[in-house]
């Protein structure tokens, strides 16, 4: 009887425990209502110079902008398979315009992520648009 005792005192102790280790729902991360974006995306459709290869390559970059939306970070998330083509896009990048993400009305720093697709064939060479995403409701 004394071990049940002993027994049932340890699992309310550990339920206890583990209650109070539970986050709770006012520690939740505050939820982007937009991320960061590209102003004019224009900026990102230049092909690198002397780069001849016919193909097509995806590269995927993330990107972290400030609330006053200057670019703070950028690197490659997914690379193409051609580090000119890579790095051809981090520059290009580089030279964009951004708006800061949103939370509650306020401008916040925020990581964001696009995909940029190289394609060229003999007849053309072209960089195709990104999918823009709609702001979360």
Known sequence: MVKLQALVASVLIWNAALAHCQPSAAAAPPVLT?????????????????????????????????AQGELLDARVSRASGSVELDQASLENLKRCTFSPGWVGGQPVAAWSELQRVFVRTSESARVESPARREPKE
């Open 34 to 66: 937009m991320d960061p974006r590209i102003v004019d995306q224009t900026c990102l459709d230049a092909w690198p110079n002397g780069f001849t290869d016919h193909g097509r390559w995806v590269v995927r970059l993330m990107f972290s902008v400030s």
